[in-house]
Structures are given as structure tokens and as C-alpha cells.
Nanobody
Framework: QVQLVESGGGLVQPGGSLRLSCAAS????????MGWYRQAPGKQRDLVAD???????NYADSVKGRFSISRDNIKNAVYLQMNSLKPDDTAVYYC?????????????WGQGTQVTVSS
């Protein structure tokens, strides 16, 4: 099994920055991609950004130019640097990882961390 543990959420003013971290433990090899989703109240959970083990990144249009995703393959960790935050970025942010092994796909989720952007 794989456990994903997020940290770094909190309350920030509009225009501010936060950095989210997610560490994978357990049987955490070959997680690809790793990334972040978010879910605001009353809305579906949407992809924010993800990154492959080779460093290829993918971002939602709404965060391009403001957020940056990175990962440490040795530590099995993924990070999300969020700059120029807006109230619309308020949501629970979930760390995500996928692994395909022996033809079977497994999706893993963290418990979520709250990000609130408000003055």
C-alpha cells in the first residue's frame, strides 16, 4: 500500500504564496505521475497539476504562470509552489499518485489539506 501525506496548507491573503508538500511512504516505488487536485465546496475535484518521473509537467489553465509543480524521485515527494493566490484558489488540495504494475492501475490519494485565500 501507498500512503500520501500532505502538508503546507493554510490561510493566506490574496496575492500571497504557499508551498504544499506531499510525501509518499509504504510501497511507493514507480509512482507516475504524481500531482495535485483540488475541490472547492459544491464543486468537483479537478486536476491542478501533475508531473511525471521524467519531469514532464501538466497544469490546469487557471493556474498556469502562477503555480509550479516539482518532485523529488529519491524522496518520493511532490511539491506545489503557489504564487499570486486568488480567492478562487480556495479549496481542499489533494495529493495524487498513480502506479501501473502488472497491467493493473492503482490510484492513491492523500487526506487533503485546506487552502484558504482571503483578506
Amino acid at each position: 500500500q501507498v500512503q500520501l501525506v500532505e502538508s503546507g496548507g493554510g490561510l493566506v491573503q490574496p496575492g500571497g504564496s504557499l508551498r504544499l508538500s506531499c510525501a509518499a511512504s509504504g510501497s511507493s516505488s514507480s509512482l507516475d505521475p504524481m500531482g495535485w487536485y483540488r475541490q472547492a465546496p459544491g464543486k468537483q475535484r479537478d486536476l491542478v497539476a501533475d508531473i511525471t518521473s521524467g519531469g514532464r509537467t501538466n497544469y490546469a489553465d487557471s493556474v498556469k504562470g502562477r503555480f509550479s509543480i516539482s518532485r523529488d524521485n529519491i524522496k518520493n515527494a511532490v511539491y506545489l509552489q503557489m504564487n499570486s493566490l486568488k480567492p478562487d484558489d480556495t479549496a481542499v488540495y489533494y495529493c495524487y499518485a498513480k502506479r501501473i504494475r502488472f497491467g493493473i492501475t492503482a490510484n492513491y490519494w492523500g487526506q487533503g489539506t485546506q487552502v484558504t485565500v482571503s483578506s
